[in-house]
């Protein structure tokens, strides 16, 4: 994808490199474009946790090369195993409910389990972090075209252009490229389809208001950003046609976590028959967990509540919005129920949220 018609992935080693990654700085966005390096492993489990980066995909490239970073700082007579399980349980501990974390950091560890050096554990780390990378990219493109479908027959029907309302980033900015979500509708675009896209603000980081908007427009994909809670009223007046979002972790029966307001936007379109779509690739799927009740749900800082950052036209500030002795409670995600989706939209196809349907489209994990 691009910005200012330039391309652009949001993490990438440095050229002219032998050890730093570069990634897009998401917390600054729209207002600047910055570009940060990770040196080591310390860079990397900071910038998942801070949310430099942020998007279930992305963080699991980011974790397998924060894997790579680890292991290129140890020392020659490290205790490899002890080593590998430190670094391993740093990158584990930053963020809990994104699945696609855990199996970056396993995919290396497997990957490291039989080596015996440095040179051979660090070539290994770094060929598996480059085929995360690369496959999340493939999964985006293939996600992309699956949803299409869907985009094209609402088309055909009512050959006016096709509004879709999506919540938080689920965008090319949270994963390689492409985007999850977000990949049905640039293709849409792309192909001279008409669509509009209603953009939720997605407080409290408001994901949606800074990065898809801001994406989608770099893009040139029409979009309005809308308050958190306007989207059941579009809905009740026929002014949804779709709705499409990501996930940062699928159970085998198709319960999805997404981030926090998710949920009423599935109440919301289930109660007004309007189509409710999750687009994931398969890494984004926990094959050990059947109920979503069983998801761990990150809790983050309360001063993501109560503060607010915005740019006055010369600086970001950063300005208070509830009393000072009022607490806040900040849960990051929310858990969607199987039976409130229409659709799972995955690399392999279009599938019905069940454990069926799911190991029908990966009959490796039935």
Same mark, same amino acid.
């Given at each position: ?7 652009y992935?949001?993490?990438?080693e440095? /050229?002219?490199?032998?050890?730093t990654?570069q990634?897009?700085d998401?917390? $600054?966005?729209p ?12 860079? @990397?489990?900071?910038g998942? +946790? ?12 980011a974790?397998a &090369?924060?894997m790579?970073?680890g292991?290129?700082e140890?020392?020659q !007579?490290?205790?490899?195993?002890k ?14 409910t994104?699945v696609?974390?855990?199996h970056?950091?396993?995919?290396v560890?497997?990957a490291?389990? %039989?080596?015996?050096t440095?040179?051979e554990?660090a ?6 972090a +480059?085929r995360?990378?690369?496959?999340? $990219? ?7 075209e699956h949803?299409l479908?869907r ?5 055909? #029907? ?5 509004n ?18 977000t990949?049905?509708? &640039? ?5 001279g389809?008409? $669509?509009?896209?209603?953009?939720d *603000?997605t #407080? ?5 208001? %800074?990065?898809?908007?801001f ?7 029409p979009?309005t950003v809308? /308050? ?5 009223h ?5 002014? $949804? ?6 996930s940062?972790?699928?159970?085998r029966?198709g319960d999805? @976590?997404?981030?926090?307001?998710? &949920?009423?936007?599935?109440? @919301?379109?289930h ?6 779509y999750? !687009? ?9 967990l059947r109920?979503?009740a069983?998801?761990e749900? *990150?809790?983050?800082?309360?001063? *993501?509540?109560?503060?607010i ?5 010369? !600086?970001? +500030? ?6 000072? !002795? ?6 990051a995600f ?7 989706v229409?659709?799972l939209?995955?690399e %392999?196809?279009?599938? *019905? @949220?069940?454990?069926?349907a799911?190991?029908g489209?990966f009959?490796?994990?039935?």
């Amino acid at each position: 994808m691009r910005i200012q018609d330039q391309h652009y992935r949001t993490i990438w080693e440095k /050229a002219g490199s032998t050890g730093t990654v570069q990634v897009i700085d998401q917390r $600054v966005l729209p207002f600047e474009l910055r570009i940060a390096e990770w040196k080591q492993l310390e860079d @990397a489990a900071t910038g998942i +946790r801070d949310m430099q980066v942020g998007g279930a995909p992305l963080i699991g490239s980011a974790a397998a &090369y924060g894997m790579w970073l680890g292991i290129r700082e140890l020392n020659q !007579a490290s205790n490899w195993p002890k080593a590998l399980d430190g670094i391993a349980k740093t990158l584990l501990g930053t963020r809990p409910t994104a699945v696609n974390l855990r199996h970056a950091v396993e995919a290396v560890l497997n990957a490291c389990s %039989r080596l015996a050096t440095k040179k051979e554990l660090a070539t290994a780390a770094l060929n598996v972090a +480059r085929r995360i990378t690369e496959e999340s $990219v493939e999964h985006c493109r293939a996600i992309g075209e699956h949803g299409l479908e869907r985009i094209c027959d609402i088309y055909r #029907r009512k050959q006016k252009p096709v509004n879709i309302l999506t919540h938080c980033n689920a965008g090319w900015l949270a994963c390689i490229d492409f985007g999850t979500a977000t990949a049905p509708m &640039y293709l849409a675009h792309d192909e001279g389809i008409p $669509v509009h896209v209603w953009v939720d *603000e997605t #407080r409290p980081r408001n994901q949606g208001a %800074r990065l898809t908007a801001f994406e989608l427009g770099q893009h040139g994909v029409p979009h309005t950003v809308i /308050a958190d809670n306007t989207g059941g009223h579009l809905m009740q007046l026929g002014m $949804v046609d779709l709705v499409l979002v990501g996930s940062d972790r699928t159970t085998r029966n198709g319960d999805v @976590a997404n981030k926090t307001g998710t &949920y009423l936007k599935a109440l @919301a379109a289930h109660d007004n028959g309007v189509p409710f779509y999750v !687009a994931l690739p398969s890494s984004s799927i926990d094959w050990s967990l059947r109920n979503g009740a069983d998801i761990e749900i *990150e809790q983050r800082n309360p001063d *993501e509540v109560q503060f607010i950052t915005g740019h006055d036209g010369q !600086a970001l +500030r950063k300005v208070r919005l509830t009393p000072e !002795a009022s607490p806040a409670a900040n849960f990051a995600f929310d858990v969607t129920p199987a039976r409130l989706v229409t659709g799972l939209i995955t690399e %392999r196809g279009i599938c *019905e @949220a069940s454990e069926k349907a799911l190991t029908g489209l990966f009959p490796e994990w039935s």
